[in-house]
């Protein structure tokens, strides 16, 4: 039974690994966000939005067309009166026509503020695609950590699988000479078991980042994406003394204040609109009537408009106001929520580098000397199976303290730009 669940894990660990090969795509970040600025859908379609938006204003420009209509046309003969002069060869001696062409002339400015409006429509749609790039560049840099970090542990616990494999077949020979127990030959099998357990769910967790990853670059399913770049802190050096530059580049620079001043502008532009809309359009016509006035042929001109007796546009200027006020709040919102954010991130950032600050840069070539001397002198059978495994579990401990910390640190320091607003 042992052997079978041993040949299962075996088979499920190579068969991820033969999927890999299939059509491994080796990039690095630079080449990774290189190809997501070129290729990603979600900002295609925002850039599309702007071209909308555009469009808009191109719309708002155009004056309204001019009305033409044509009526009290008879298409029967009528007897009992005046003959008049045929319009087409002979047709039309007993026929009434009349024709009139009217033009909408928008007063107060409406047309000029619609333009403005639309324009700030416009760099509200500019702004939207901010967001999304700043929403989108998180995404994909801490995803692209969290898959470098996962390859550093496949590293260390591929490493370990290789050295312990090596261990168990000793011990396995050992105890077909009956130099051993059958009990310290089972604790190392299922040391090893248990590891490659540990990278089949690492496999997992990449096979899940990589969904997410080839979304957001727009690569094929069947492609498997190495990431070249090993896992580094920062090289940023970030201190409290940036704190304020940083708060007042947030209020100019993020997208969401942006967005929500421009929300106050297209209100405060909507409210001239909307007291403009009360002083009503003036319609100019131009009519001709053919035989049905005491002149045969009849000119005449004529203006019309509405009277702003019941309708004001109190309703809608009374809203465009409120709207005004409840725009001011959200931006004020928005730039107190930036500077909390702010605060909250360096202030998690700045904590685990003291952390990191206190490993030693030579500390992991040293665990890695320690653990070949352990290695070698458990095989001499100078070290106990305890004491082998007990540094082994220090050992794999201290390396993921070390990998956590700076994938901690990245995601820390992606924070800190995405709530600033830009790439520091």
Do not use: C
């Not at 040949?7 to 080796?26: E, P, R």
């Amino acid at each position: 039974m042992k052997k079978i669940i041993i040949t299962l894990l075996y088979v499920h660990i190579f068969g991820f690994f033969s999927a890999q090969n299939s059509d491994t795509l080796k990039i690095g970040r630079k080449e990774a966000e290189s190809i997501f600025l070129t290729r990603n859908l979600d900002l295609i379609t925002q850039k599309l939005e702007i071209s909308q938006a555009e469009a808009r204003v191109v719309q708002a420009k155009f004056w309204p067309n001019p009305k033409l209509t044509i009526n009290e046309v008879n298409l029967w003969r009528t007897y009992d009166i005046e003959e008049q002069p045929a319009l087409i060869r002979n047709w039309g001696t007993n026929t009434q026509v009349s024709a009139e062409i009217e033009q909408v002339i928008q007063t107060a400015g409406k047309r000029r503020k619609n333009i403005e409006l639309q324009k700030i429509e416009v760099e509200g749609e500019k702004y939207e695609l901010q967001e999304v790039l700043r929403e989108l560049k998180k995404l994909l840099r801490n995803t692209i950590t969290e898959i470098v970090y996962n390859q550093e542990q496949q590293k260390l616990y591929q490493n370990q699988i290789s050295s312990i494999e090596k261990l168990t077949k000793s011990y396995q020979n050992q105890l077909e000479q009956g130099n051993i127990s059958r009990a310290e030959y089972i604790r190392l099998k299922a040391q090893e078991i248990e590891f490659k357990k540990k990278l089949i769910s690492l496999q997992q967790e990449i096979t899940e980042q990589q969904t997410e990853l080839k979304a957001l670059l727009i690569i094929p399913a069947k492609s498997y994406i190495v990431i070249s770049d090993d896992l580094h802190a920062p090289e940023k050096e970030l201190s409290e003394l940036e704190l304020p530059k940083w708060l007042e580049v947030a209020k100019e620079n993020r997208p969401d204040i942006l967005i929500a001043k421009n929300k106050e502008k297209s209100a405060q532009k909507n409210l001239e609109l909307q007291n403009a809309l009360r002083t009503p359009d003036i319609a100019v016509s131009v009519g001709y009537d053919r035989g049905g006035n005491i002149m045969k042929d009849f000119v005449g001109f004529g203006v019309s408009f509405d009277l702003p007796i019941f309708d004001r546009n109190k309703g809608n200027i009374q809203e465009a106001k409120l709207e005004i006020t409840k725009s001011g709040y959200e931006t004020r919102k928005n730039i107190l929520k930036s500077e909390n954010e702010i605060v909250a991130v360096f202030n998690n950032y700045t904590k685990t580098q003291e952390i990191f600050h206190e490993i030693d840069d030579s500390y992991e070539t040293t665990l890695d000397g320690m653990l070949t001397s352990h290695e070698k002198n458990f095989r001499l059978r100078n070290l106990s199976m305890l004491e082998y495994m007990d540094f082994l579990d220090t050992y794999i401990s201290n390396k993921m303290i070390i990998l956590d910390t700076k994938k901690e640190l990245n995601q820390y320091y992606e924070n800190l730009q995405y709530v600033v607003g830009q790439d520091l």
